[in-house]
C-alpha cells in the first residue's frame, strides 16, 4: 500500500475513534508513566518531545506537543489514550497500581513500553500481575503496526546496541485486541531522543521516528 493511500486512510479512520477518553482540546493527550522502584522513568526527556514533532509533521492527526508525566496509580491516566514508559532498571507496583494499569487497559487504553536496557524482568513480572491470564507474544513482521504508515518489512529497526542481539516487539492481548505493545533490544527512544544525547546516525533517528509514528498512529486510530 504507497503512503498517499495510507494517509487517506489514516484520516478516515481518525473520524471513526471512540471518544473513550476525556480529552481538553482537539488533539490527542498523550503521557509518560512515572513509576517507583528507582527504575529512571524520567530519563531522556526530549524523545517524546521529538517523537510527536515527528508526527505532527508527517501526519494529518493532531498531538499535544506538551506531554503529560502522570503517576501510574494514579486516576489522571484514565484521561490519556496513549502512555508511554521506559527506563533502565527496576519498577515496582502495588496492588492498587496494578488494579489501575488493568482497568485503564481493559477500557480502551494503550500503554507502549520501550526497554532501554534493564528493564524487561521487572516489566515482565508488572505485566504478568496486570493480566495473569495472557502472556506477552512476539508479534509477526507482517503485523499491521510494522506497516501503519511507514513499512518495515523485517520489524523493529536497531535503534542501539546492548547484546548483540536482534530487537524484539512483545504484544499483550486482551479479548483480541493488542493493548501494550513492548519493544526489546532496540532502544526507539535513543533514537528519539535530541541527536546530540547518544550521536545516532541522522538515518537510524529517521527509523526510530518513523518507527514510534506507527506505533503512535496504531493505539491512536484504532476502534
Not at 102 to 114: A, H, K, Q, S
Not at 135 to 164: A, C, R, T, W
Not at 172 to 195: C, I, M, Q
Amino acid at each position: 500500500m504507497n503512503i498517499a493511500l495510507k494517509l487517506l486512510l489514516l484520516v478516515l479512520s481518525a473520524f471513526f475513534v471512540l471518544p473513550v477518553y476525556s480529552q481538553q482540546t482537539g488533539e490527542f493527550e498523550i503521557a509518560r508513566v512515572k513509576y517507583r522502584g528507582g527504575g529512571d522513568w524520567y530519563n531522556d526527556p526530549s524523545s517524546l518531545n521529538n517523537l510527536i514533532a515527528f508526527a505532527n509533521q508527517n501526519m494529518p492527526i493532531s498531538i499535544d506537543p506538551n506531554y503529560k508525566d502522570i503517576a501510574l496509580g494514579s486516576s489522571e491516566i484514565h484521561s490519556y489514550p496513549f502512555l508511554f514508559l521506559t527506563g533502565h532498571g527496576t519498577i515496582t507496583a502495588n496492588n492498587t497500581e496494578v488494579r489501575n494499569l488493568r482497568v485503564y487497559l481493559e477500557n480502551g487504553g494503550f500503554l507502549y513500553v520501550d526497554d532501554d536496557y534493564g528493564l524487561d524482568e521487572h516489566i515482565r513480572d508488572v505485566l504478568n500481575r496486570v493480566f495473569p491470564d495472557e502472556e506477552l507474544m512476539e508479534l509477526p513482521f507482517n503485523h499491521p503496526i510494522y506497516n501503519q504508515v511507514f513499512d518495515f518489512p523485517s520489524g523493529l529497526p536497531k535503534i542501539h546496541e546492548h547484546d548483540n542481539e536482534n530487537p524484539r516487539g512483545y504484544g499483550l492481548f486482551r479479548n483480541g485486541k493488542l493493548v501494550v505493545y513492548y519493544t526489546y533490544e532496540s532502544n526507539l527512544g535513543d533514537g528519539w531522543a535530541d541527536p546530540e544525547i547518544h550521536n545516532n546516525p541522522a538515518e537510524v533517528r529517521e527509523k526510530a521516528l518513523k518507527m514510534g509514528v506507527n506505533i503512535l498512529v496504531y493505539a491512536l486510530t484504532r476502534i
